[in-house]
């Protein structure tokens, strides 16, 4: 049997058995699902609105409480954690949200240096600085390392939010349509370096989307519906 | 400064501005992105920070001004009817007290003090004005009202007076070699003395004790100033004095009547209740405008800090970015206010005779207070923060 920290590397995420119910809500969200993530896969989430995608999402990323089953992400198990142990999978975790929510007081840098504040041993100003600069160039943002958000397209911004989620170099990628509001060649840009990061360092990345158009490039497609998974292609 | 202190506080201000971690030194930005409501903020904290500088001010200068007879005095011991129980309370002593006190070993010399209140005229103006009038020895001079040597040689000249130039004006315009009447007397201005006004008398003027007796042969001091010989040691001396003197009679020194008289003035007239309640409400509105400032701005940013408590950043985070910014609100709304504090007391010790002035200690209590009262403003908006769901981004 594989010692435990060598299974999470292989498998960062395993869900079993999970179930979600919002209070009041009239019916399960999530109904009994599981699902398993493997080291570098790059694997979309898809279904229609109100399948659970996000719910789903939230919950592998410590960001909602598990109420049924069990959630292993990097090798912290989920259930019955605190606040504190939540905090601690969350910075391990590469977010991209649907909207950026960038500080509008914040540079770019400023941005990008501050997320690095989440890893154990920060980077120094000037080592932040060269990688913020290199991750940027990458994203095609490359002039806009010390901009303000509203000197940028929103586009721009949300390309912002993905370097902000790769600065630290995480083992695990979430995002919640991360490119709701590209134009397609961004889109096929911020997947690439999405990629290009799970192939150097081995990560693996989650998105939920309904931009078929990313389908093609990723590793596995899973479609939720009413709360079940259906269907992993 | 030494290098083992000077680099904890470097590190420290570089932590403070944001040079040395990544999640430090935001508040500098956050704070100053929105001017309006920094200027806000800051004018807020600045005039609740002028509220307590001005509460202080009075407190101090009514406190000083009502004991500034003690400061007033030139020697080493006072005798004093022991039922007087502050200097605006004029039971005097029998003046062969002053012999008696002489006579003591390792006193040099005792001069009695006299003082009361008379009617000032300023001719050719009718009306006539109370005023405080004190008599002492010109060649001696147990209170020190002036230049020693324009004192001497005014006190020596028939009918001559000392004017205090710090008087209210309501006595009208006095000048050097003025005529002006006394209770019905005629004095000759013949150079001004530094007394100051209170909150009990307007003015004062200075006579030599010869010209006070002349008036009243009966005369009673009000206090023997009391100076020791060379070598006296003044323990002793009182021990002394305390056996010569009947019991009516008290012995303190000059420091002992300010302390006293600053300490009735606190407890007879209840100003020390009126000013901290003063100081308080100051404190309080800073604090309210503090908590108001950052819950708005907790508030406005509510979707772009619950990315950031998405993302793993913990309460300690948020609560520090909250107090770096209320530390900031503070230092900008103390130094305005303290400028204003300035303006303010030139403006109200103009007005009102009283010496309003900026002590250290004032200013380093404010400072305190500034500190505390957004420090309390921004712990409360940092709890409002725990309310934020960072599922609710979903």
């Known amino acids: 049997m594989a010692p435990a920290s060598a299974l999470a590397r292989e498998v960062p995420v395993r869900v079993r058995g999970v179930s979600y119910s919002y209070e009041n809500g009239p019916k399960r969200v999530l109904d009994n699902v599981d699902l398993?993530?493997?080291?570098?896969?790059?694997?979309?989430?898809?279904?229609?609105?109100?399948?659970?995608?996000?719910?789903?999402?939230?919950?592998?990323?410590?960001?909602?409480?598990?109420?049924?089953?069990?959630?292993?992400?990097?090798?912290?198990?989920?259930?019955?954690?605190?606040?504190?142990?939540?905090?601690?999978?969350?910075?391990?975790?590469?977010?991209?949200?649907?909207?950026?929510?960038?500080?509008?007081?914040?540079?770019?840098?400023?941005?990008?240096?501050?997320?690095?504040?989440?890893?154990?041993?920060p980077p120094s100003r000037e080592a932040a600085l060269e990688e913020a600069r290199e991750l940027l160039e990458q994203l095609g943002i490359g002039q806009h390392l010390?901009?303000?958000?509203?000197?940028?397209?929103?586009?721009?911004?949300?390309?912002?939010?993905?370097?902000?989620?790769?600065?630290?170099?995480?083992?695990?990628?979430?995002?919640?349509?991360?490119?709701?509001?590209?134009?397609?060649?961004?889109?096929?840009m911020v997947i690439g370096v999405i990629r290009r990061h799970l192939a150097a360092t081995g990560a693996s990345a989650l998105v939920v989307t309904h931009d078929d158009r990313i389908f093609g490039m990723a590793d596995r497609v899973l479609r939720l519906q009413d709360g079940r998974l259906v269907s992993d292609t | 400064m030494s290098p083992s202190i000077a680099r904890p506080v470097l590190e420290w201000f570089r932590d403070l501005v944001g040079a040395g971690r990544p999640d430090r030194g935001l508040g500098l930005a956050f704070v100053s992105h929105n001017r309006g409501r920094l200027a806000a903020a800051t004018g807020g904290i600045a005039m609740a920070v002028l509220v307590m500088f001005v509460e202080l001010g009075l407190l101090q200068a009514i406190l000083g001004s009502q004991s500034a007879l003690a400061g007033l005095i030139d020697g080493d011991l006072v005798i004093m009817n022991s039922a007087r129980t502050n200097l605006h309370e004029w039971t005097r002593i029998?003046?062969?007290?002053?012999?008696?006190?002489?006579?003591?070993?390792?006193?040099?010399?005792?001069?009695?003090?006299?003082?009361?209140?008379?009617?000032?005229?300023?001719?050719?103006?009718r009306r006539v004005h109370r005023i405080i009038a004190f008599a002492m020895d010109g060649q001696t001079q147990p209170l020190k009202v002036g230049d020693p040597d324009t004192v001497r040689r005014a006190l020596s000249r028939p009918n001559a007076v000392l004017f205090d130039r710090l008087s209210r004006d309501i006595y009208g315009p006095i000048s050097l070699g003025r005529t002006i009447e006394l209770d019905g007397r005629s004095f000759n201005v013949a150079g001004f003395a530094r007394i100051g006004p209170d909150i009990?008398?307007?003015?004062?003027?200075?006579?030599?004790?010869?010209?006070?007796?002349?008036?009243?042969?009966?005369?009673?001091?009000?206090?023997?100033?009391?100076?020791?010989?060379?070598?006296?040691?003044?323990?002793?001396?009182?021990?002394?004095?305390k056996v010569a003197m009947p019991p009516d009679v008290a012995v303190m020194t000059p420091r002992e009547i300010y302390w006293r008289e600053v300490g009735f003035t606190f407890r007879s007239v209840p100003i020390g209740i009126i000013f901290g309640a003063g100081v308080a409400t100051g404190a309080f509105i800073g604090a309210i405008i503090c908590y108001q400032i950052l819950f708005n701005e907790v508030v406005d940013l509510k979707k772009e800090l619950s990315t950031l408590r998405a993302m793993g950043f913990g309460p300690g985070f948020f609560r520090r970015l909250i107090l770096e910014e209320a530390y900031l609100l503070a230092a900008g709304g103390f130094l305005i206010g303290l400028l204003a504090a300035l303006i303010t007391y030139r403006f109200l010790a103009g007005a009102t005779g009283l010496?309003?002035?900026?002590?250290?200690?004032?200013?380093?209590?404010?400072?305190?207070?500034?500190?505390?009262?957004?420090?309390?403003?921004?712990?409360?908006?940092a709890r409002h923060l725990g309310s934020f769901e960072p599922a609710e981004l979903y």
Do not use: C
Request: proline share 3%; no cysteine.
């Open chain 1, 36 to 121: 398993t993530l493997r080291r570098g896969e790059f694997v979309v989430l898809t279904g229609h609105s109100g399948a659970g995608k996000t719910t789903l999402l939230t919950l592998i990323g410590a960001i909602r409480s598990l109420q049924d089953g069990a959630i292993n992400v990097l090798g912290l198990e989920l259930g019955g954690r605190g606040t504190a142990a939540q905090e601690e999978v969350r910075r391990k975790v590469g977010f991209i949200f649907q909207d950026h929510n960038l500080f509008a007081a914040l540079t770019v840098f400023r941005t990008l240096w501050l997320a690095t504040g989440l890893t154990e041993e």
């Open chain 1, 146 to 188: 010390h901009s303000l958000p509203r000197q940028m397209s929103t586009g721009q911004k949300q390309r912002v939010a993905v370097a902000r989620a790769l600065i630290n170099a995480p083992q695990l990628i979430l995002g919640d349509e991360p490119t709701a509001s590209l134009d397609h060649q961004s889109s096929q």
């Open chain 2, 94 to 125: 029998a003046r062969i007290r002053l012999a008696e006190a002489a006579a003591v070993r390792g006193v040099a010399n005792a001069m009695g003090v006299y003082e009361s209140g008379m009617l000032l005229r300023n001719p050719p103006e």
């Open chain 2, 200 to 241: 009990v008398m307007d003015g004062a003027v200075v006579l030599s004790d010869g010209a006070w007796l002349s008036a009243d042969p009966n005369a009673q001091p009000v206090m023997g100033v009391l100076r020791l010989a060379p070598g006296a040691k003044l323990e002793d001396v009182r021990a002394r004095l």
């Open chain 2, 355 to 381: 010496a309003m002035q900026m002590h250290a200690g004032a200013a380093l209590f404010v400072a305190v207070a500034t500190g505390a009262m957004t420090h309390l403003g921004g712990l409360f908006a």
